[in-house]
């Protein structure tokens, strides 16, 4: 099940305006030329930012994502034509052969139990033609970024043509990987909505372990250039 962040209607079609700066993607745009990628799949592509991006840059893009009222919001952007969606799970693909796979954001981290990671990294292993490259990121859990998640530190407005909205973190609680919290966002006609969501925080070494067990090679670990010494960008390649 997605998070109502993703799911409800009214949340996801103010997800972008209240995260706008999409920079992190570039680093993403650029792995995929360094790569020589022409077919792409995006797991966990939301409202599509990332997907439409690679569409108008001429590659042949997927984007897979199991929460419906984002792909509504990514099917109405610029280029959503010229991409595959596909709204479901990474481990339930119809047969795919793409020279690279993404996740980008905080998408690895949702899956929370090590049955439902080994499965997301079968389903990008199956969908890549081999040699092909599975690209993603993850936050270094000594880095403790959730430690700033709250109205102090993460808050953030947009002021839209019906009003305004914002939107602003709470940790609810932190078991050992686990680290729950909920997203407050309040609209200018009085209504507030909230999303709970938790995320994983792997080590380096467990990642790259899980990575080899499903059958990649780690080519690389990368810093994430919009955010230096915080985040792990592994590279892999099928084997």
Not at 26 to 33: E, F, H, K, T, V
Not at 35 to 51: N, P, Q, R
Not at 133 to 161: C, G, K
Request: charged share 25%; with cysteine.
């Amino acid at each position: 099940m997605a998070d109502a962040l993703f799911e409800h209607r009214r949340l996801a079609a103010v997800y972008d305006p209240l995260d706008p700066d999409r920079s992190d993607l570039d680093a993403y745009a650029a792995l995929a030329d360094e790569l020589g990628a022409a077919s792409v799949l995006d797991i966990g592509c939301g409202t599509g930012t990332f997907a439409c991006l690679l569409a108008r840059r001429g590659l042949e893009v997927t984007g897979l994502d199991p929460a419906r009222a984002s792909l509504e919001v990514a099917r109405a952007k610029p280029g959503a034509d010229q991409v595959r969606w596909i709204q479901g799970e990474a481990a339930a693909l119809p047969p795919l052969q793409v020279d690279l796979v993404t996740m980008t954001g905080n998408v690895a981290q949702v899956f929370l139990t090590d049955a439902g990671w080994a499965a997301v990294l079968r389903g990008a292993w199956s969908a890549l033609r081999p040699g092909g490259h599975l690209v993603f990121e993850t936050r270094d859990p000594q880095r403790r970024a959730w430690q700033a998640w709250d109205r102090e530190h993460a808050y953030v407005r947009a002021d839209l043509d019906d009003g305004w909205v914002e939107r602003w973190p709470e940790v609810t609680g932190v078991d050992g990987p686990l680290v729950s919290f909920r997203s407050v966002i309040r609209f200018a006609d009085g209504e507030t909505l909230t999303s709970t969501s938790t995320l994983r925080f792997r080590e380096r070494a467990e990642v790259e372990a899980t990575l080899r067990a499903a059958g990649f090679t780690v080519a690389g670990v990368r810093d994430a250039p919009d955010r230096p010494g915080l985040e792990f960008v592994f590279v892999a390649r099928r084997s």
